[in-house]
């Protein structure tokens, strides 16, 4: 009809107004010629959305996909969490000797085995019920007896000790070490270690034309060797210093760890 809301019906009669009524009061959907071929020409997938979309049913899509996210989430957290509770259901079980955890089990099981510790039987399991309600606290530890002689024989060598360390002898052989140690920390020699020293030792094997392998100046070869030569003299006994110094000091840790 070209006007539909003003339809002109012929003949106008009530029986046949009364049956334009009645199909006017259904809701049904009505499609043109091309919206019936896009429908069948669509895919299966789209077809869906295109009847859900025409049916007003893509609500409830996205209803249905929001709960279904929310179903996979909380199985995910249930996943989790039945593991441990499972484990924990298989200790006890275990602890208890029974096969099947139910309330009256559960609790002829614990009443043995309290029964067996002298305790007092439980009259029923609450999540407030401690199954080791009854059972006495440890009391603090007995201090642990020390024999008399041994007592004494080790505040006898402690004393010993601290007085070797206090002595003469021992504060002398301290500022000897701390001497030769503030000697040692400043020549600038010990910085420069076994490195320099190697370095030195190979430049000696490379002096030739008059000129110094150092820094390629022009020295006299027998003045250069002598030059070079003391400091690898002086670097190897700053070494030795050192080692005896550690020695030195080794040798003292070792006497004061008696104590």
């Given at each position: 009809?070209?006007?539909?809301?003003?339809?002109?019906?012929?003949?106008?009669?009530?029986?046949?107004?009364?049956?334009?009524?009645?199909?006017?009061?259904?809701?049904?959907?009505?499609?043109?010629?091309?919206?019936?071929?896009?429908?069948?020409?669509?895919?299966?997938?789209?077809?869906?959305?295109?009847?859900?979309?025409?049916?007003?049913?893509?609500?409830?899509?996205?209803?249905?996909?929001?709960?279904?996210?929310?179903?996979?989430?909380?199985?995910?957290?249930?996943?989790?969490?039945?593991?441990?509770?499972?484990?924990?259901?298989?200790?006890?079980?275990?602890?208890?000797?029974?096969?099947?955890?139910?309330?009256?089990?559960?609790?002829?099981?614990?009443?043995?085995?309290?029964?067996?510790?002298?305790?007092?039987?439980?009259?029923?399991?609450?999540?407030?019920?401690?199954?080791?309600?009854?059972?006495?606290?440890?009391?603090?530890?007995?201090?642990?007896?020390?024999?008399?002689?041994?007592?004494?024989?080790?505040?006898?060598?402690?004393?010993?000790?601290?007085?070797?360390?206090?002595?003469?002898?021992?504060?002398?052989?301290?500022?000897?070490?701390?001497?030769?140690?503030?000697?040692?920390?400043?020549?600038?020699?010990?910085?420069?270690?076994?490195?320099?020293?190697?370095?030195?030792?190979?430049?000696?094997?490379?002096?030739?034309?008059?000129?110094?392998?150092?820094?390629?100046?022009?020295?006299d070869l027998d003045e250069l060797r002598m030059h070079v030569q003391v400091k690898i003299e002086h670097l190897k006994e700053v070494s030795r210093r050192r080692k005896?110094?550690?020695?030195?000091?080794?040798?003292?840790?070792?006497?004061?760890?008696?104590?």
């Amino acid at each position: 009809m070209k006007e539909p809301g003003s339809p002109r019906v012929t003949p106008s009669d009530a029986a046949v107004l009364a049956v334009l009524g009645q199909v006017e009061s259904h809701p049904e959907i009505v499609l043109s010629r091309r919206e019936l071929i896009r429908y069948v020409l669509a895919t299966p997938g789209k077809r869906a959305e295109e009847v859900q979309a025409l049916l007003h049913l893509d609500q409830v899509e996205q209803v249905r996909i929001g709960l279904k996210k929310i179903a996979n989430t909380c199985e995910k957290q249930l996943s989790a969490l039945n593991a441990p509770a499972s484990e924990t259901r298989a200790n006890l079980l275990r602890a208890l000797g029974i096969t099947e955890l139910t309330k009256d089990r559960a609790l002829a099981a614990t009443n043995a085995q309290r029964a067996i510790l002298g305790l007092p039987a439980l009259i029923e399991l609450t999540d407030a019920t401690s199954l080791k309600d009854g059972l006495a606290t440890p009391g603090p530890a007995q201090p642990q007896q020390i024999p008399k002689t041994q007592a004494l024989a080790d505040i006898r060598a402690a004393r010993e000790v601290l007085a070797e360390i206090s002595g003469v002898t021992t504060t002398a052989r301290v500022a000897e070490v701390q001497a030769e140690l503030g000697d040692l920390a400043a020549d600038p020699a010990l910085a420069a270690g076994v490195a320099q020293e190697n370095f030195y030792s190979t430049g000696m094997g490379l002096i030739a034309n008059d000129a110094c392998p150092f820094c390629d100046d022009a020295w006299d070869l027998d003045e250069l060797r002598m030059h070079v030569q003391v400091k690898i003299e002086h670097l190897k006994e700053v070494s030795r210093r050192r080692k005896a110094a550690a020695e030195r000091v080794n040798d003292f840790e070792t006497r004061t760890a008696r104590i």
